[in-house]
């Protein structure tokens, strides 16, 4: 019974999170869009390939005519051997001009191609990078990773071949009927008869191929977020020993990829069989009626092998033209989710004339500000505090409070819903983003440490710092003396998030990255949360040095490291409840009074 239930759930969480396919007609507009990364390519790889490609064609459509109407007609049946001769070397000439072009073709396309997937690519890596937090609060890491590695490599295909694919084609498919025409009209109107039926035909398989492009693609998303967040949160997945439940739920996002692929893949395959056999059809009214032509005297039989020739020459561009329009299908699919990203905009927005602060003093002021990450709470209400340059201010209070809210409006990285936050008397909004947040260091309880070496990642934040500036603030903060343990010391590899060290040891880089940045304003949130009692009073005494001539903001939980601030501000549901240093707190006897008293009881009874 508990083992059906399992089931039950998995089945529905996959179902619950599955997006929705939207069956709508082919957007040209977004596709045209999409064609606009080919313009920086407008006087260089395009026209060279698009003149390769006429040259390819024009050899391709000469050859048939001097085969069948010259070499047979003329040549063979006048027994002419020195035209013979000419038309032979000229054939073998044609065909090795064909060779090169065609060689130089694949080339320019697949550089082209390369080219716009990389412009495509960087544009849009950048773009998210501008965009707010809410952006990626409201999404999973696994989804953006979809948009910018796997819907952009759908489209390599596209921009490799499709386009210049698409100009070949239409310029074969438009030749090869005016020299069907030419050659023979009655023969020409006979094949032609079949058209309307195929085309009938084709444009009901084109829809179910679309929407099921579009399937696969979000079954391919949600795989990717479900793989992201295992990888990321294998420790606790093995902790509440859920590897079962994991695996049975990856295991029915994999059928269902499985499966949809095959039946898109099933719905493809019926395009390029059912050309073949309009083909096969084609080639029997051919023979046939080609034969009473022929019989007839109103066709030649050097006439009747060019046309056998150009109809197959028909049929291919035909052919290419329903594999393309596969193409153009996935590119949609994919489009449609890079410029989902691309059409957003970032919440916090920059002034149009921003006020640039060279060097800020680091004067923070929050007047009657309120904000909320959703219409439903606030997370801030009415609060107001000064906290005047070179001070050290504390956030005190239980989770939710709003600590790490006010830390987030001091980066900009929300704007506030009402209220005002003021720098150095300028209201935030006013000031240049990346000038404020480049004065501006941040160290978080959850410190995310990048691939590469120690020396690398407390560089991060100043990346012409000198090797002594790092080591210099390595033992600021008491790294240097783990560093140097290490077996390569500074140059010392880490993996994403730093798996190699423990958590303390992670928080001392993040805390020496942010000191290297030299920041005016410096924020500590639960900074000190993971590190030892030894390591913590090295970081309190670098501290008294390190802070005279910055502002800083403090939250924390642990007390006994906020004593020194200036200014404790205790807040509760994002209420400012009271506000003083510790004495005149203590003093009060209030809400941080009894806090202390509950931190020493709990210090006491373990």
């Not at 395009?46 to 040549?75: E, M, N, W």
């Not at 996935?330 to 449609?336: V, Y």
């Not at 935030?428 to 480049?438: D, K, P």
Request: net charge neutral; charged share 20%; glycine share 6%.
């Amino acid at each position: 019974m508990e083992e059906t239930r399992k089931k039950q759930l998995i089945v529905e969480r996959f179902h619950y999170s599955q997006d929705q396919v939207i069956d709508k007609p082919f957007n040209w507009k977004q596709m045209w869009r999409l064609l606009q990364y080919i313009k920086p390519y407008a006087k260089g790889l395009l026209p060279l390939s698009f003149l390769t490609v006429i040259i390819s064609t024009a050899v391709r459509l000469l050859i048939p005519i001097l085969i069948g109407v010259y070499t047979l007609d003329k040549a063979i049946i006048e027994k002419d051997t020195t035209l013979l001769i000419q038309l032979v070397l000229i054939i073998f000439g044609l065909y090795l001009l064909s060779y090169v072009v065609n060689a130089l073709r694949i080339r320019w396309m697949n550089k082209l191609g390369q080219n716009v997937i990389y412009d495509l690519r960087k544009h849009l890596f950048t773009h998210v990078q501008s965009l707010s937090h809410r952006f990626f609060d409201q999404r999973s890491a696994g989804s953006i990773l979809v948009r910018i590695m796997n819907d952009i490599n759908s489209l390599q295909e596209l921009f490799t071949n499709g386009v210049i694919n698409l100009l070949t084609d239409f310029l074969l498919l438009f030749a090869t009927i005016f020299i069907l025409f030419s050659l023979n009209a009655k023969l020409t109107i006979a094949i032609m008869v079949i058209l309307p039926i195929m085309f009938f035909i084709s444009t009901s398989l084109r829809k179910k191929i679309r929407l099921s492009w579009q399937e696969v693609r979000l079954i391919q998303a949600k795989m990717n977020s479900h793989l992201n967040e295992s990888i990321q949160g294998i420790r606790v997945t093995q902790t509440f020993t859920q590897e079962k439940e994991n695996s049975q739920f990856f295991r029915a996002l994999n059928h269902e990829n499985f499966q949809t692929w095959k039946q898109t893949v099933r719905k493809n395959a019926m395009f390029g069989p059912f050309v073949e056999m309009t083909n096969a059809i084609g080639t029997v009214i051919l023979i046939w009626y080609g034969a009473v032509l022929v019989a007839n005297g109103e066709c030649t039989i050097g006439e009747f092998v060019s046309f056998a020739f150009y109809l197959g020459m028909f049929w291919e561009p035909i052919s290419r033209l329903g594999q393309l329009y596969n193409q153009l299908l996935i590119g949609m699919a994919s489009s449609e989710r890079i410029f989902e990203f691309l059409d957003e905009r970032p919440l916090v927005k920059e002034a149009a004339k921003p006020i640039v602060l060279p060097s800020i003093k680091g004067q923070i002021d929050f007047e009657d500000v309120e904000f909320s990450y959703d219409a439903a709470r606030k997370a801030l209400n009415g609060v107001s505090f000064s906290i005047k340059a070179g001070e050290t201010a504390a956030l005190v209070g239980h989770t939710g409070s709003g600590k790490t809210t006010i830390a987030s409006l001091v980066s900009r990285f929300y704007d506030v819903t009402a209220g005002v936050v003021r720098i150095d008397g300028h209201p935030i909004q006013e000031l240049t983003m990346t000038n404020l947040r480049s004065q501006i260091s941040v160290v978080l309880q959850d410190t995310f440490i990048f691939s590469g070496t120690i020396k690398e990642n407390i560089r991060f934040g100043k990346p012409d710092a000198s090797d002594e500036e790092v080591i210099a603030a390595a033992k600021a903060v008491g790294a240097d003396h783990f560093i140097t343990r290490l077996a390569n010391g500074y140059q010392t590899e880490v993996e994403e998030r730093g798996n190699v060290l423990s958590v303390g040891e992670r928080q001392l880089l993040s805390f020496a990255r942010a000191l290297l940045a030299d920041p005016k304003i410096l924020i500590l949130d639960e900074a000190t949360a993971s590190i030892d009692t030894e390591t913590e009073v090295k970081i309190q005494r670098a501290l008294k040095t390190l802070l005279k001539g910055r502002t800083a903001i403090m939250i924390a939980h642990r007390l006994s490291t906020i004593r020194e601030a200036d200014n404790i501000i205790v807040l509760d549901h994002g209420n400012i409840l009271e506000q003083g240093n510790h004495d005149q707190l203590m003093a009060k006897e209030g809400v941080y009074y009894e806090l202390v008293k509950a931190q020493y009881r709990m210090l006491g009874t373990d």
